[in-house]
């Protein structure tokens, strides 16, 4: 469980995962909580500036609200949202992790969650183009392959242990595979916050 929330705590706090369905339930996007963080960090990651535009039309995400506007409070989320995932990104000490259900949720609703992050990663790194640059290592291209099969991933359960270990393996494979395609394609830091509007 992450800390409380505390107003004007600084520009990486955190965005917490019910904060994030909430907000994608307000605004009747078809993406989960999990979804979305993927792809912000998949964009971010292919070296995409989140300047200069809607984040949201930046990544083909469509809110269904009323005048096509998204409220200040939910704008609010959204820079955050930037802020804490180029932050984490780019941390030297490699603190970064997708932001899924908590550990005591069903395995099967995390299980789905891990889909949707590679899902929204892929997709968000696409948006970028870097994919089809020369320059990617094999390394990077078997990340994203490897990343692609497990978007395209259905889960059978069997021992609910061994479920949970494999969970965590993959947990651990998405956060280097991020780190991996961030350190190799991603703008220099002075790029990584803009505005939204």
């Not at 909430?22 to 989960?32: N, P, Q, Y």
């Not at 506007?69 to 802020?83: E, K, W, Y």
Request: some cysteine; glycine content about 12%; aromatic content about 4%.
């Amino acid at each position: 469980m992450g800390p409380p929330e505390q107003a004007g705590s600084g520009d990486d706090q955190q965005v917490e995962y019910e904060e994030l369905d909430e907000l994608a339930a307000r605004l009747h996007l078809a993406v989960s909580a999990s979804e979305l963080h993927g792809s912000v960090c998949g964009f971010i990651a292919g070296g995409g500036s989140t300047s200069g535009g809607s984040l949201l039309e930046q990544l083909q995400l469509q809110a269904d609200t009323a005048g096509g506007t998204l409220d200040p409070a939910g704008r609010v989320v959204l820079v955050r949202l930037v802020q804490s995932c180029a932050a984490a990104l780019a941390d030297s000490e490699l603190g970064f992790e997708p932001l899924l259900p908590a550990d005591d949720r069903p395995l099967a609703e995390r299980a789905e969650a891990t889909v949707e992050w590679c899902r929204g990663f892929l997709g968000g790194f696409g948006l970028t183009g870097a994919a089809s640059h020369d320059r990617l290592s094999d390394e990077a291209k078997e990340m994203l392959h490897d990343l692609g099969a497990i978007a395209g991933s259905s889960f059978d359960y069997g021992d609910a242990a061994e479920d949970e270990d494999a969970l965590i393996e993959v947990h651990e494979f998405m956060r280097v595979g991020a780190l991996l395609l961030h350190a190799e394609c991603a703008v220099p830091p002075a790029g990584a916050r803009g505005t939204l509007h």
